[in-house]
Nanobody
């Protein structure tokens, strides 16, 4: 069974940085594109960005371009979300997920239905 565990969240001041990790067991992540999603209180879960099995990146949320980037370390079976210049509106629970159909590639849009296995999420709070 695929198991994803997000970590690295916490409280950070505006302008600060965090690196989130998505560690997998039960699957080799190099077979999968991995998406990062986030859900703020009272809002629907939204796609943030995605990394393909070969390292290509698609941004689903325009607001994070230039601030967030995604990378993968297949040797560690882990995908990372580097978040810089954090803003209060980035506050959310962040989730990672494996792509389902056409698993090697990111979809053109960050639809939850394109992703199958999900982690439990990690809380990111940006506040002064």
């Amino acid at each position: 069974q695929v198991q994803l565990v997000e970590s690295g969240g916490g409280l950070v001041q505006p302008g600060g940085s965090l690196r989130l990790s998505c560690a997998a067991s039960g699957v080799a992540l190099d077979y999968y594109a991995i998406g990062w999603f986030r859900q703020a209180p009272g809002k629907e879960r939204e796609g943030v960005l995605c990394i393909s099995s070969s390292g290509g990146i698609i941004y689903y949320a325009d607001s994070v371009k230039g601030r967030f980037t995604i990378s993968r370390d297949n040797a560690k079976n882990t995908v990372y979300l580097q978040m810089n210049s954090l803003k209060p509106e980035d506050t959310a629970v962040y989730y990672c997920a494996t792509k389902t159909l056409n698993t090697y590639y990111c979809s053109g849009s960050g639809r939850r239905t394109d992703f199958g296995s999900w982690g439990q999420g990690t809380q990111v709070t940006v506040s002064s």
